[in-house]
């Protein structure tokens, strides 16, 4: 079986990761995790409209995050801070889109309770953090620091959030395919 959480967590990690060194181009470019986000969501096992709707959205989103990202890269800064900030809230609207899909997926199984958790803390860290961000431009210079510093560590919070969750479905997953009975076909 293939294995879509392991690309919505390989997804996660190239959106949130931002490793870029000496001045050089992220290492972990945003557009190839929403790549992997569009890939997994494909191997989901659902045939709902929604899965259609995220997949979509996230093909969309790589394409401005690549336009986004070659703005940093070659140093034009047309978009500048607000290129970024519009992707990150497009960021929390697409996880929105995908926690409503992974709910619908885990209908009636034992796995609801915590997706329906994960999603509720999730989204709750990633929007104050953004807020805190987003507003951080309007406070005194010498707290502007600070106040960032804070909305990232909520943000990154969320992130260990969707990492525990990724841990539990992929446990689930595992636990359900070592119990199958293969067939003979």
Excluded at 2 to 31: A, Q, R, T, W
Excluded at 54 to 71: R, W
Aim: some cysteine; hydrophobic content about 50%; proline content about 3%.
């Amino acid at each position: 079986m293939k294995k879509p959480y392991e690309h919505l967590f390989n997804g996660m990690c190239c959106v949130f990761i931002d490793l870029s060194f000496f001045g050089l181009p992220d290492i972990y470019p945003d557009f190839i995790g929403y790549l992997f986000f569009a890939y997994g969501i494909h191997l989901l096992p659902s045939f709902h409209n929604l899965k259609r709707w995220s997949k979509n959205f996230a093909i969309i989103l790589a394409v401005f995050s690549l336009f986004v990202e070659l703005d940093q890269w070659l140093g034009y800064e047309m978009l500048g801070e607000i290129g970024v900030q519009f992707i990150q809230f497009l960021f929390i609207v697409f996880m929105y889109v995908v926690f409503q899909l992974l709910l619908h997926i885990h209908k009636n199984k034992p796995l609801e309770a915590k997706t329906f958790k994960t999603y509720q803390k999730f989204i709750a860290f990633m929007l104050c953090g953004f807020v805190i961000q987003s507003f951080s431009i309007n406070i005194d210079a010498s707290m502007r620091e600070n106040v960032h510093f804070i909305g990232s560590v909520l943000q990154l919070l969320a992130y260990f959030f969707f990492t525990f969750y990724f841990r539990a479905c992929h446990k689930y997953y595992k636990e359900i395919n070592e119990n199958k009975v293969p067939s003979l076909k």
